[in-house]
């Protein structure tokens, strides 16, 4: 059974930061394409950050504030999230994806707010 679940969600000021963390079991980590999409209420889902298999960013929407890494040996990909905005609010979902497998985390909450 695949499984993808997030954490480090929360609430947290404007400017403050935060990391979110997304474990994956049943499938074979390294090989797969780690992307963490996002999305606001009223919003469509979007793209945030995507990292290769072999570690390489191959998107980044917020360069500068959000940085995406992952670690194969824990099976584990992170968004690092600097410099929060109101504007970063939403759920935030990671996927996992190889040619036509693809799978998702239940999301976590973000919500920057003083």
Known sequence: ?????????????????????????GIRFSI?????????PGKERELVASI?????????SLKGRFTISRDNAKNTAYLQMNSLKPEDTAVYYCNANFYTSDYWGQGT???VSS
């Open 1 to 25: 059974q695949v499984q993808l679940v997030e954490s480090g969600g929360g609430l947290v000021q404007p400017g403050g930061s935060l990391r979110l963390s997304c474990v994956a079991s």
């Open 32 to 40: 797969y394409r780690m992307r963490w999409y996002r999305q606001a």
């Open 109 to 111: 909450q973000i919500t």
């Open 52 to 60: 290769t298999s072999g570690g390489s960013i191959d998107y980044d």
